[in-house]
């Protein structure tokens, strides 16, 4: 298994960028595929966006599409959500995941406040 920290997260004005990173332990990172999900208050936790193992292919949620972009560096064991036109109803806690499903494991980080100021 893995853990991960994110990191990145604070407050920026509307139409600002931010760039969250995962960090993940072990020695198996480039065997997980990796995600960003979220959750702002009062609602469920929603998909971001994902990336497989190799990066080969990534996948956005559609309010996120042409302004987020999630990328991986396995030789850091890191993930990573640039998030640009950064909009009030972004602001949420931002988790990273790690997903092997063949054995089963799914991992997920503390998360990462992220606030937009209108």
């Known amino acids: 298994q893995v853990q991960l920290v994110e990191s990145g997260g604070g407050l920026v004005q509307f139409g600002g960028s931010l760039r969250l990173s995962c960090s993940a332990s072990?020695?198996?990172?480039?065997?997980?595929?990796m995600g960003w999900f979220r959750q702002a208050p009062g609602k469920e936790r929603e998909f971001v966006a994902a990336?497989?193992?190799?990066?080969?292919?990534?996948n956005y949620a559609d309010f996120v599409k042409g302004r987020f972009t999630i990328s991986r560096d396995n030789a850091k064991n890191t993930v990573y959500l640039q998030m640009n036109s950064l909009k009030p109803e972004d602001t949420a806690v931002y988790y990273c995941?790690?997903?092997?499903?063949?054995?089963?494991?799914?991992?997920w980080g503390r998360g990462t406040q992220v606030t937009v100021s209108s």
């Open positions: 995941n790690a997903d092997r499903p063949m054995f089963g494991i799914n991992n």
């Open positions: 072990g020695r198996t990172f480039s065997s997980y595929g």
């Open positions: 990336i497989t193992r190799n990066s080969g292919s990534t």
